[in-house]
């Protein structure tokens, strides 16, 4: 997994409430056998119409987006299915920090498999971002993972909360099973002990 | 001691490591799995040259992806067949059972675990598939987990995981006539909303959730996840164990295992996160308007008008939701004509569900302008339909009658909604374009399902004598 340290990025805007992972890759794209490739079909059925011209309506299709690597969105981001395609299409895309009022459980979890930070702000100040990035072309965000901090050119400055074990292992683009691994014995020890249900 | 929870009972006897401000590793008695979360997981044990390390613990099915019409016939779709194909060698390749689309055993995950005595109480229980929350119906602690997660499972048998908050759902009183396990579940994802879950383990209990049938339990914590929470357990009872006797991978010595099980229920007086009680006398009949499982409503209530809504982002959100599903504010929900009618899915495929369809459409017709299908969850349930005559009835009465498998509840294989064609679904799910892009799902029980089925609209179940005949 590739480490997170310091982001500076473009930010794009997705200004709905409960997006489901069936939006952020449908489902008909679920049957590639590979991790890779995804990104071209990142909210499909919002981007695209009848599957090939652009969606003017769809925001992110904005040329002043184009190479965004932050999202910034509403709640309960990821909703839905589990399916791991989601984080998959997103870092594909070019996405690497997600920053909304809340996501849902097992998409977060994902995120971070995939050495993509999402970021719980206040609705405040998720309001504030879509203010400042609608009113500002162009408009970039410093993600430093090592402070915890969101910081911008125009003065804004944000702290953030991150899961400490989750942070160390994205700044180090730790592998979760190496890590598990190393409990070897401990794994043995459960097993031998312990009675299966 | 203090009291505990049953959450805590299984989550304490299942941590193999802890450290303070470090997720627990936690040891997973069961993993299944399907074709289209696993392949990238075992293509990652292969670059990293790493085993499986209990394949005798992972239970492998095809549901997703398979078609639901003739299994003598080849698999026209190329790509569900190659991904068919690679769950078959991975399994072959790394020792793990499988049930084929040619196992008397096939079906979807979350029915077949079940079935086969696969899920079992005081067990920790995954799979790649947010339904998982499903098995928690028997007091598993059972959750959806992303293929990175699979992958780290079926390494370690392990899960690092961090300690969700409890939440007990306590339903209490007498069920009113009509009022089906999943107008219990969508009425409760209806007050708590779709992120009322989130970062919590739902314990549903009350006399309402004790007098349910396993596959009852089933419908209520399969739809845990559409509240946000990943895991949704009720406590395992008489009515679990009778279940479970006699199932293909039930305990051998039974005897023992219940009386470990009747160790598992909530302690009295367990603290817990949150509580909320609801009483069973107000339950209605239920119908989703929009496209997530908390946008619902009673079915002799009418389409909520946006305006309604203080929040700017649940109007906005509305606004979205009645112009996607081509519906306006204020329609009584009878009012509202439907196109396809679909009984499936992990939520409701399951024998009873199938029993009370038949009985409700024996000696009824399917509207002639509306296509109806019933989509067994399993082929032992198909099996025991036919046994039962209940394919006869389903087809007299002009349903489609299919082969097992997930089936338009995700549309993955050929059964699809075309766009704005219109769908009274038992399944889970009524987001935008799940059924097929442009399709307009409502949530509904299997009666209300049928019913519809019956009238071309929505119908409120309660004006029918629905005794058994």
Known sequence: ?197 | MTPKTMFEKIWQAHIVHEKPGQPSLIYIDRHLIHEVTSPQAFEGLRLAGRPVRRPELTFATMDHNVPTTDRSLPIEDATSAKQMDTLARNCKEFGITLFDLKSPDQGIVHVIGPELGLTLPGATLVCGDSHTSTHGAFGTLAFGIGTSEVEHVLATQCLLQERPKTFLIEVTGARPYGVEAKDIILSIIGRIGTEGGTGSVIEYAGDTIRGLSMEERMTVCNMSIEGGARAGMIAPDETTFAYLRGRPYAPTDFDAAVARWKTLPSDPSARVDRTLRIDARSLTPQVTWGTNPGQVVAIDARVPNPAEFGDPNARKSAERALDYMGLRGGTPITEISIDRVFIGSCTNSRIEDLRRVARFVKGRRVLSRVYAMVVPGSQRIKQKAEQEGLDRIFKDAGFDWRESGCSMCLGMNPDTLKPGERCASTSNRNFEGRQGKGGRTHLVSPLMAAAAAVEGHFVDVRQYDLKEG
């Open chain 1, 1 to 197: 997994m590739e480490p997170f340290r310091t982001l500076d990025g473009l930010v794009t805007l997705l200004d709905l409430p409960n997006v489901d992972t069936d939006q952020i890759i449908p489902k008909q794209f679920l049957k590639r056998i590979e991790r890779t490739g995804f990104g071209q079909f990142l909210f499909y059925d919002w981007r695209f119409i009848d599957g090939t011209r652009p969606n003017p309506d769809f925001e992110m299709n904005a040329d002043r987006y184009r190479g965004a690597t932050i999202l910034v969105t509403r709640a309960n981001f990821g909703c839905g299915s589990s399916r791991e395609h989601a984080p998959w299409a997103l870092l594909d895309y070019g996405f690497r920090c997600l920053i909304a009022p809340s996501f849902a459980d097992i998409f977060f979890n994902n995120c971070f498999k995939n050495g993509i930070l999402p970021i719980r702000l206040s609705e405040d100040q998720v309001e504030t971002l879509f203010e400042r990035v609608r009113a500002t072309p162009g408009y970039r965000l410093t993600i430093d993972l090592e402070k915890k901090t969101i910081t911008s050119g125009d003065g804004l400055a944000y702290g953030f909360e991150v899961d400490e074990f989750r942070r160390l292992c994205l700044l180090n683009g730790l592998d979760d099973i190496g890590l598990t691994l190393q409990h070897e014995e401990k794994i043995r020890q459960y097993e031998a002990s312990h009675t299966a249900a």
